[in-house]
């Protein structure tokens, strides 16, 4: 069993930052693969951004060169570095350790 708890979200003007941090319970975190979803209203839930256990990464399209994922097995912490806001990246952001443990989510608003 593994616990996710996100933290970070909140309101920010386009072109601002956040970071999005996971927190994840036990002791085996560094064997997950781990994930940044979002679901905006009325859309269906999307990868934002991967790592898997042995560093590889990727991002959807719609943030590479905007945000950067990473994780520190020795904290049990994956986040989720968002620059460039943009008001479509208001979404309910979920973190996600593979394959179906999910966190309760934190909102991200991007508005002026």
């Known amino acids: 069993q593994v616990q996710l708890v996100e933290s970070g979200g909140g309101l920010v003007q386009p072109g601002g930052s956040l970071r999005l941090s996971c927190a994840a319970s036990?002791?085996?975190?560094?064997?997950?693969?781990m994930g940044w979803y979002r679901q905006a209203p009325g859309k269906q839930r999307e990868l934002v951004a991967g790592?898997?256990?042995?560093?590889?990464?990727n991002y959807a399209d719609s943030v590479k060169g905007r945000f950067t994922i990473s994780r520190d097995n020795a904290k049990n912490t994956v986040y989720l570095q968002m620059n460039s806001l943009k008001p479509e990246d208001t979404a309910v952001y979920y973190c996600?350790?593979?394959?179906?443990?999910w966190g309760q989510g934190t909102q991200v608003t991007v508005s002026s």
């Open positions: 790592i898997t256990s042995g560093g590889s990464i």
């Open positions: 996600n350790a593979a394959p179906g443990y």
């Open positions: 036990g002791n085996i975190f560094r064997f997950y693969n």
